[in-house]
């Protein structure tokens, strides 16, 4: 009972740079792990040495997958309101215009989307994502190379990696609740 008097209240607006700024930090500390994590996977014959700062292509997907994830968590007004603020504010840290990265994170849901059909996980999305945004196909053994799809036993290690960069909405609601 005490537990929701306690809870700290947050505005759209709050709630939308603590969303962005948690993503962005995950992103920073944690993409030199996944870097090192795909160079070093056994489904590849050869290292695709991605660089750890090599990171662009993964944040907006991890963006994507997320704001995926913002809609199940509100009320289709609340998740609206949210979600233009943080296109609003990531447009700016892209140093784009708001049309054109909402066009962007468009384009990238529907190239995850595409290849993860007719499957609806979005975790199983961004790890498909991952792999043919890093060009991965190539450094996989001749078998999936000439099928050019990604080994399943890789795709089943990254969901479990890709899974740490989604946001936790239940803790955070356990945190705060909204103005």
Request: net charge negative; charged share 25%.
């Amino acid at each position: 009972m005490f537990g929701a008097i306690l809870r700290k209240k947050v505005s759209d607006e709050k709630l939308a740079n603590v969303f962005i700024n948690g993503l962005f930090s995950s992103i920073d500390n944690g993409f030199p792990v996944v870097a090192e994590f795909i160079n070093e996977d056994p489904a590849f014959v050869l290292s695709p040495n991605i660089a750890p700062n090599h990171n662009y292509e993964f944040s907006l997907i991890v963006i994507v997958g997320n704001l995926s994830f913002l809609e199940s968590a509100f009320e289709p007004e609340q998740a609206h309101r949210v979600e233009s603020l943080v296109y609003e504010k990531l447009a700016k840290a892209y140093e784009m215009s708001r049309i054109e990265f909402k066009q962007l994170i468009k384009d990238y849901k529907h190239l995850i989307c595409r290849l993860n059909h007719p499957s609806k996980n979005m975790v199983y999305a961004m790890s498909k994502g991952i792999f043919d945004k890093y060009a991965l196909y190539n450094y996989q053994d001749e078998y999936f190379k000439r099928m050019q799809s990604p080994n399943p036993l890789f795709l089943k290690r990254m969901d479990e990696v890709v899974e740490n960069f989604v946001w936790d909405w239940d803790a955070f609601f356990k945190k705060y609740r909204l103005d």
